[in-house]
């Protein structure tokens, strides 16, 4: 259903909004970050908005929804301004029953129209407060938040972060223009069979708010069982922090929607079959100052970048505990697959923990040489540049990760020897060749098990603690749910029942 209808009231040609796809900032002429009640209010009633839902994320990662029917302007303005009552110990596990009772507070800058509601209706994501009114300490956007503050505290500088959204499509099995298996990557259609399907998620996706860089098909693709398998893959733009862990969520609630209404399944398990491509969700960061990228100084890497880089290397395992949260991440994390199993980073190169992509840092005006006619660029390009850790999946906790990242990122600036550490830890060549076994051999491994994971934050927990960013309650939780998978010898039992592969397989295909 496209929702373009809801909207009666034409967009003033003068717009300088005009070209956003989110149809409020299209209307009220003005970004979502400036957004107000009075902005909400307004759009409600003069386009017969019928309903308000209350999104907001659960312990299991996944958004949870509240609706609310617009009975008349005051009862709009109550719930704009109160928010409700929801219960909290049936949202997170670390919540009693006796004391469960949590306040939700929209936040008006994410407001959207819901491109799949029967009736016209404004989605906003929520905050969670405490019965005392203050952000509830362990709720997952306040715990980002909190990292975020953090880490522009001690650098003075602001994090952003975007997403690369990895998720098979799974529906019949076409014999026509078949493609090639585990050659997928940006393949075109009749081949690639997905990407209609894909285009008009971007286009949903944009409409909630999110950012795109730009959509494409993946490596992956197989046939099993009468069923054709073809990974895609939706990349975001760089943005503050804690708007880019709501995109991702949004982004994931958007794929599944659609795919259950135009009957197709998805997923974003991190290994769905052995010995095709997995699905991971490498994040990309930046650094900025006064909205100027600081990764970059005369074409190379700044010494803050190094910094940050560091910071990941030293906490590279625990960060595990956030980004990989089910047995499958660790059969993902496996040489040879484009995936990291060593803390190690490297410039354009994919058998690392840390990619450093590449940069437009040549100097050479590559558009002019594309097109003669056109007048040289004067583009700064810098802004580009960004870092890429390559271990998180889509079992991620999208808060808990990003939050992980901060705490990560703001460490190496807090180190002696993070540019020894960094210099130590780069790799150039293919980590997984044969020749370089010896390289190989003097880096640390990323965890192989949950349990694993798990024993690995508890090793440098107190640093994640530290201004209070993760609650001491919080990470006990996320290590008694890492060990409770007891998967610490599931790869040696996988190899003697193949079936129990299967059966974990079916378990966590929907994580995150």
């Known amino acids: 259903m496209d929702n373009n209808r809801q909207t009666r009231a034409a967009i003033p040609a003068e717009n300088s909004f005009s070209l956003a796809k989110n149809q409020l900032v299209g209307y009220l002429g003005k970004p979502a970050a400036d957004f107000s009640k009075d902005d909400i209010v307004r759009y409600v009633v003069e386009n017969d908005v019928e309903m308000i839902n209350f999104m907001y994320p659960g312990g ?81 956007e306040q715990t980002l938040h909190k990292a975020a503050e953090a880490f522009t505290r001690v650098t003075g500088m602001q994090f952003e972060a975007m997403g690369e959204l990895e998720y ?48 494409h098909s993946e490596v992956g693709n197989f046939s099993l069982d009468g069923l054709n398998y073809e990974q895609n893959e939706i990349e975001f733009l760089p943005v503050p922090v804690e708007q880019a862990a709501d995109q991702l969520m949004l982004a ?22 052995t ?41 590279a395992q625990a960060l595990t505990a956030f980004g990989n949260k089910n047995p499958m991440s660790y059969f993902r994390l496996v040489p040879h697959q484009e995936a990291p199993t060593n803390v190690c980073w490297g410039d354009r190169n994919r058998s690392v ?11 050479s005006d590559m558009m002019a040489m594309a097109n003669p006619k056109e007048q040289p660029s004067q583009r ?56 370089n076994v010896d390289r190989l051999k003097g880096l640390k491994q990323l965890p192989d098990s949950c349990a694993a994971s798990a024993d690995c934050l508890e090793r440098q927990r107190y640093i994640f603690e530290q201004y209070g960013v993760f609650t001491p309650a919080m990470i006990d939780g996320i290590i008694s749910e890492l ?13 003697n029942e193949p079936e129990l592969l299967q059966q974990m397989v079916e378990r966590y295909f929907h994580c995150g």
């Open 252 to 273: 994931k609630w958007v794929i599944r929607n659609l795919a259950y209404q135009e009957g197709y399944e998805v997923t974003f398990a991190p290994k769905i079959t």
């Open 60 to 140: 299991d990662g996944r958004l949870k929804t509240l609706n609310f029917v617009v009975s008349s302007r005051e009862y709009l303005e109550t719930i704009l301004t109160c928010g409700e009552r929801v219960d909290g110990s049936s949202l997170f596990p670390f919540i009693q029953a006796s004391s469960s009772d949590l306040y939700v507070l929209p936040r008006f800058r994410t407001a959207f129209v819901d491109p799949f509601a029967p009736l016209p209706t404004v989605t906003m994501l929520c905050s969670f407060f405490d019965k005392d009114g203050r952000p509830l300490a362990s709720a997952p």
């Open 353 to 363: 923990l840390v990619r450093v992509p590449l940069g437009w840092t040549s100097g």
């Open 275 to 315: 010995g095709k491509a997995g699905s991971g969700l490498h994040i990309h960061m930046r650094m900025t100052r006064n909205g100027r990228n600081q990764m970059l100084a005369d074409g190379q890497l700044t010494a803050d970048a190094g910094c940050m880089i560091a910071g990941m290397m030293e906490l």
């Open 380 to 435: 700064d390009l810098s802004d580009k540049q960004t870092v890429e850790l390559r271990s998180p999946d889509g079992s991620a906790d999208l808060y808990q990760l990003l939050a992980g990242l901060c705490v990560a990122c703001r460490h190496g600036f807090e180190m002696v020897d993070a540019l020894e550490l960094a210099q130590r830890t780069y790799v150039d060549v293919n980590i997984h060749d044969a020749q």
């Open 483 to 495: 060990k409770a998978f007891d998967d610490a010898d599931l790869r040696s039992r996988v190899a």
């Open 168 to 215: 098979y499509v799974v529906s019949e099995k076409e014999s026509a223009f078949p493609a090639v298996d585990q050659h997928g990557y940006h393949e075109s259609a009749p081949f690639a069979k997905a990407g209609e399907f894909r285009t008009l998620c971007m286009k949903y996706i944009a409409q909630t708010g999110g950012q795109i860089k730009y959509g």
